[in-house]
């Protein structure tokens, strides 16, 4: 069964850069009809998708963050990785990854890591 | 701001039929599939209903999705305790060269 698990720093001073990576284990991350992307989740509120990338390492992004995000692949180690520079308070975070099958769910994502929240603070 | 709406409460007693609807537009829900999400309290969401009306394997059939013209509705029908969560809807987006969106979220209380 698939499954993936976040890591990075929990706390990331402001202006910094944030940057977590993605484990996908039980499974193949150069599967051609998956894409696996970043989502977070504010304390509190709702949830944000932040991008995603084809294991080819196509990429796309939300326009809101897209000047300061980069999403990147390593197929050789099986992660998947997010860096989002010029943080500030408003980017403290559960940031989670997950997987889109085309061929299984569609544009759903599933399964889900279990989160990592990142805490932007001097 | 999500351009995709939901109540932000709904509720039932058990065995009751719940609805959650998520309304949007051309550019999203009009032209592309509707996902659901569940959130239960402190872990992470859930895919519960993918290309409008799927069950991944693992969802009871309690759940459906149904979706018409720029809205899409969750249904819970024999409402359990378990069910108490954060619901969310989500869809491509046309604009803006491709944006993956999430509803504003939907809480759903068990009575």
């Known amino acids: 069964q698939l499954q993936l698990q976040e890591s990075g720093p929990g706390l990331v001073k402001p202006s910094e850069t944030l940057s977590l990576t993605c484990t996908v284990s039980?499974?193949?991350?150069?599967?051609?009809?998956?894409?696996w992307g970043w989502i977070r989740q504010p304390p509190g509120k709702g949830l944000e998708w932040i991008g995603s990338?084809?294991?080819?390492?196509?990429?796309y992004y939300n326009p809101s963050l897209k000047s300061r995000v980069t999403i990147s692949v390593d197929t050789s180690k099986k992660q998947f990785s997010l860096k989002l520079s010029s943080v500030t308070a408003a980017d403290t975070a559960v940031y989670y990854c997950?997987?889109?099958?085309?061929?299984?769910?569609?544009?759903?994502?599933?399964?889900w890591g279990q989160g990592t929240l990142v805490t932007v603070s001097s | 701001q999500s351009v995709l709406t939901q109540p932000p409460s709904a509720s039932g007693t058990p065995g009751q039929r719940v609805t959650i609807s998520c309304s949007g537009s051309?550019?999203?829900?009009?032209?592309?599939?509707v996902n659901w999400y569940q959130q239960l309290p402190g872990t992470a969401p859930k895919l519960l209903i993918y290309?409008?009306?799927q069950r991944p394997s693992g969802v009871p059939d309690r759940f459906s999705g149904s979706k018409s013209g720029t809205s899409a509705s969750l249904a819970i029908s024999g409402l359990q305790s378990e069910d108490e969560a954060d619901y969310y809807c989500?869809?491509?987006?046309?604009?803006?060269?491709?944006?993956?969106?999430f509803g504003t979220g939907t809480k759903v209380t068990v009575l």
């Open positions: 039980g499974g193949s991350i150069s599967s051609s009809s998956c894409y």
């Open positions: 051309s550019s999203n829900i009009g032209g592309n599939t």
């Open positions: 990338i084809y294991y080819s390492g196509s990429t």
């Open positions: 989500a869809t491509w987006d046309d604009s803006l060269n491709g944006l993956y969106v």
């Open positions: 997950a997987r889109q099958d085309q061929a299984a769910t569609g544009t759903g994502f599933d399964p």
């Open positions: 290309s409008n009306s």
